[in-house]
T-cell receptor
Framework: NAGVMQNPRHLVRRRGQEARLRCSPM?????VYWYRQLPEEGLKFMVY????????ESGMPKERFSAEFPKEGPSILRIQQVVRGDSAAYFC????????????FGPGTRLLVL | AQSVTQLGSHVSVSEGALVLLRCNYS??????LFWYVQYPNQGLQLLLK??????LVKGINGFEAEFKKSETSFHLTKPSAHMSDAAEYFC?????????????FGKGTKLSVKP
């Protein structure tokens, strides 16, 4: 059973470009969480999704950031018009449910904005 | 609101010595508590978790943690450190009792192990 997959592992963008980060949850998991890790900081929750639904986006910046988890295919975290402050490691986690279930993390995507 | 405080951003121990990483939490509902480990440039790996029941939880790689409600603590220990334990450790809390499960993380503690 493959773990949580994220791609790309590293992404370099210039200011103003778009960044698309992909996350494939573990087989059988229908809950996906996105977290952001800034240097010297812990992970901060961004958004929680189930298939075709955003359940909680309280941690998402109000502008330029969006997330989806379509019926088919991976979850996508999209950052439009990136700025240098978006440089961070973005982690996806998945779980089979949401009631205290263990979240399994992917290896992360390290975004660098030049 | 829930929060997690990890005391000590860096901890250094000698190989074979006791490892103690501190975590205190605040939560208005019964918490679920987790410890994750992160090796450089990798994702997080679950060490152990507490949901309900026995307050002393054993995890992988010889680590264990004890939930102490009266002290709102969930400290991580290992009797004898190995060089391979050098990594960053994160304590996290989520709401228990069937509530939404997004995790609130502490800022992490970097563990160094000296030969």
């Amino acid at each position: 059973n493959a773990g949580v997959m994220q791609n790309p592992r590293h992404l370099v963008r210039r200011r103003g470009q778009e960044a698309r980060l992909r996350c494939s949850p573990m087989k059988g998991h229908s809950h996906v969480y996105w977290y952001r890790q800034l240097p010297e900081e812990g992970l901060k929750f961004m958004v929680y999704l189930q298939k075709e639904n955003i359940i909680d986006e309280s941690g998402m910046p109000k502008e330029r950031f969006s997330a989806e988890f379509p019926k088919e295919g991976p979850s996508i975290l999209r950052i439009q018009q990136v700025v240098r402050g978006d440089s961070a490691a973005y982690f996806c986690a998945s779980s089979p449910g949401n009631s205290g279930e263990t979240q399994y993390f992917g290896p992360g995507t390290r975004l660098l904005v030049l | 609101a829930q929060s997690v405080t990890q005391l000590g951003s860096h901890v250094s121990v000698s190989e074979g010595a006791l490892v103690l990483l501190r975590c205190n939490y605040s939560s208005s509902v019964p918490p679920y508590l987790f410890w994750y480990v992160q090796y450089p440039n990798q994702g997080l790996q679950l060490l152990l978790k507490y949901t309900t029941g026995a307050t002393l939880v054993k995890g992988i790689n010889g680590f264990e943690a004890e939930f102490k409600k009266s002290e709102t603590s969930f400290h991580l220990t290992k009797p004898s450190a190995h060089m391979s334990d050098a990594a960053e450790y994160f304590c996290a809390v989520s709401e228990g009792g069937g509530s939404q499960g997004n995790l609130i993380f502490g800022k992490g503690t970097k563990l160094s192990v000296k030969p």
